[in-house]
């Protein structure tokens, strides 16, 4: 049986995008986690988007600490 467990947190955001550049409106609809062997993500998506848009998968960057 293949490995199932994903890491605790997840490794991408998912996100549904309407226009270009500085107008664009970027919504937060999922997350994803890489795959044991990183060939490829497995992805919970918690809104079906009704407008027409792209969506976009980007790795989760570290958040920087304020000194």
């Known amino acids: 049986m293949a490995n199932t467990t994903t890491p605790k ?3 991408h ?11 664009a409106r970027w919504t937060k609809i999922g997350v ?13 998506i918690n809104y079906s988007p009704l407008v027409e848009g ?9 958040q920087e600490t304020e000194e």
């Not at 955001?13 to 107008?23: Q, T």
């Not at 994803?32 to 919970?44: F, M, P, Y």
């Not at 792209?54 to 570290?62: H, L, P």
């Open 13 to 23: 955001e998912i996100f549904h995008v309407v226009g270009d550049k500085d107008k």
């Open 32 to 44: 994803g986690w890489e795959h044991s062997k990183g060939d490829g993500l497995n992805l919970v």
């Open 9 to 11: 947190a997840p490794t």
């Open 54 to 62: 792209r969506t976009i998968v980007r790795k989760i960057k570290a």
